[in-house]
C-alpha cells in the first residue's frame, strides 16, 4: 500500500486529496484499488492530522519505532562495527565455493573450531588491515561477520598450519570449481616469479638466502610461482624454497599444469628470465602435447639473437600506440622484434647523458678510475696507454633502444603476439597486490608450514579482490581500490536496546557502496534488523 495525491478541479479551483491506495494483481496484470480517502491535503497538514495519523502507525513498526526513538531519546549503542567489507567479501568467498571446499578438506580433522569462518577471517584481514596474526586477533573484534565470535589467537596459527596441508588439494579443488563456474577455456597461461622474505633469521628447509627481489640478501626468503589466465585470474600458485632459480621453479609449474591439472594444450607466456633449453624442453618434451609457447628474449645475452635477430633488415608494421613489430626468421627459430618509439627516446636520452658525464670524467680523472663502474665500463676502450669512449660500443648499444624480442612457436601473428606478451602485466599486478596492498611480506612466522599457509591465506584473498576488481570494472564504477575500501568501510554494524530488546542498525551507505553491494549481487543490510 501507497499513499497517492489526487487532483481534482472545482469551480475553477484545484484540490488535492490524500488517498491510500493498494496495488495487486487480477489475473497476472497490475491493479490498483482505494482503499481510503484521507480528505484534503492542507487541511489535513494545517490540523496536525496527518502527523497523528503517522506517528499511530508507527507505533505497529518495529523499524520506525525504534529510528523515532533514537531520534528524541538518544539511546546509546551497546556496541559500534565495521560490517561493509565483511559483508561484501563474505558474499564472493561464498560464489566461490570456498566454504564448501574447505570445510571437506577439514572434515577428518577433529576441529573444536570451524576453520571456514578462521581461513575467511584471515584473507579479510589481508584485505582489510595486513599484518601479524597477533594483530588480526585483536582487529576482528572490530568487525561484524557471521561466525567470528570467539575466534582467538590460537585458531589463526592452526588454520595457517591446516592451509599449508591441504594447498594442493585446495589448489585443484579450486582450479576445477573455477573452470565449471567462469565457463571459460584456457588457451593462455602467464607464468611469473618472486621472492618473498621473511624476518626470522634462521634458515630451513623451505627459508633460504637467495637472489632477492626485495634487496634483502641478508633474509631468508621463499620463491613464489604464479600462472594467471588471460583474465588475470589466479590458475596456480607453488612456492620453493628460496634458492630456487627461476628456471627451475618454470619446469615444476609446467608439471603441474600437465600432471595435476591435466591441462593439454596452452600457450605459455613467460619472461626472459625464464629462457633456457631445459624451459624448450619442458614445453615441447613429450611428455604429453607439447605446450606453444611465447617467451622474452635476453637480448644482450643471446647471441643469436644480438647478432642476428636485431641485425636484420626490415618494416616495423605498427599494432598499437607506442607498439610496432616486425617479425625475424633465424635457424628455423621465429622472433618478433617489438619497438616502442617512445622508449627508445628515453633510453637515447640516458646514454647520452652517461656519455657526457663520462667524458668530462676522463678530461678530469683520467680512465683508469673509471674501469671499476659498470655504468660506464661499457662505453670504454682500454688501450695501452690510454682510455678512451668505445664509439662502436655506443652504435651496438643503440640497437637496443626501445626494444625486446620474443620468441613463438604458435602461429599468431606478430601483433597478437606482442599483445598477449605485453598482458604479463597481469601477473605482475597480482604479485604487486600481493606485495603492497595484501601486505603478503614480510612473514613474521617461524616455521615453514606457518610461513607457506601465510601465503596460501594471502592467495584466497587476492581471488576476493580480483573478483571484486572484475565486478566494478564489468559496471564501470569508477572509484579506486582504496576510496572503494574506504566507502565500504563506513558501513558499520550497530547495536542498540530498547524495551529489553536488541537491534541492529545499520549506518548510511557513503560514496561507492551502494553501487559495490550492487556488483556483488548483494542487497544492503536492513537499516534496522531486530535481533532475537
Known sequence: ???????????????????????????GKPRQRVIATLGKREQLVASGSLDGLLQSLAKFSEKLRVVEAIRTQGIG???????????????????????????????????????ERVAFAMALQRLCCPGSDLQGCGWLKNIEANGFEGIALQHLYR???????????????????????????????FIDTTSI???????????????????????PQLVLAVAVDRNGWPVSWEVFPGNT????????????????FRIKRVIIVADRGMISKGTMDDLTGCEGAPYGYILGCRMRRQKEVKEEVLSRGGRYAEVAENLKVKEVWANDRRYIVCLNEEEAAKDAAARESILDRLGSLLKDKGGKSLVGNKGFARFLKIQKDAVRIDEEAVKADARFDGKFVLTTDTELSAEEVAKTYKGLW???????????????????????????????????????????????????????????????????????????????????LKGVAFQVFSAAGLRPPSPVTHLS
Request: charged content about 35%; overall charge positive.
Open 1 to 27: 500500500m501507497f499513499v497517492r495525491v489526487k487532483r481534482s478541479v472545482q469551480n475553477d479551483v484545484a484540490y488535492e486529496y490524500l488517498q491510500i491506495v493498494e496495488s495487486f494483481r487480477d489475473r
Open 77 to 115: 549503542a551497546r556496541s559500534s562495527r565495521v560490517w561493509g567489507p565483511a559483508l561484501i567479501f563474505d558474499r564472493l568467498w561464498e560464489n566461490q565455493g570456498l566454504p564448501e571446499v574447505i570445510r571437506r578438506l577439514a572434515q577428518e580433522r577433529k576441529f573444536e573450531f570451524d576453520p
Open 159 to 189: 588454520t595457517t598450519g591446516f592451509l599449508s596441508e591441504v594447498r594442493e588439494d585446495l589448489e585443484r579443488k579450486l582450479f576445477n570449481r573455477d573452470r565449471d563456474l567462469f565457463t571459460q577455456s584456457l588457451d593462455v597461461v
Open 197 to 219: 622474505f621473511t624476518y626470522c633469521g634462521q634458515e630451513s628447509k623451505w627459508r633460504m638466502r637467495g637472489y632477492s627481489r626485495d634487496h634483502r640478501p641478508d633474509l
Open 245 to 260: 632459480a627461476d628456471r627451475k621453479a618454470f619446469g615444476v609449474m609446467i608439471k603441474k599444469l600437465r600432471e595435476r
Open 426 to 508: 597481469r601477473v605482475e599486478r597480482i604479485f604487486r597486490e600481493e606485495k603492497s596492498t595484501l601486505k603478503v611480506r614480510p612473514v613474521f612466522h617461524h616455521r615453514d608450514d606457518t610461513c607457506i599457509g601465510h601465503i596460501v591465506a594471502s592467495f584466497l584473498a587476492l581471488r576476493l579482490e580480483v573478483d571484486l576488481h572484475r565486478r566494478i570494472e564489468e559496471r564501470n564504477i569508477n572509484a579506486s581500490w582504496p576510496d572503494l575500501m574506504r566507502d565500504l568501510a563506513q558501513v558499520h554494524a550497530v547495536q542498540v536496546e530498547l524495551d529489553g530488546q536488541r537491534y541492529l542498525l545499520r549506518t548510511d
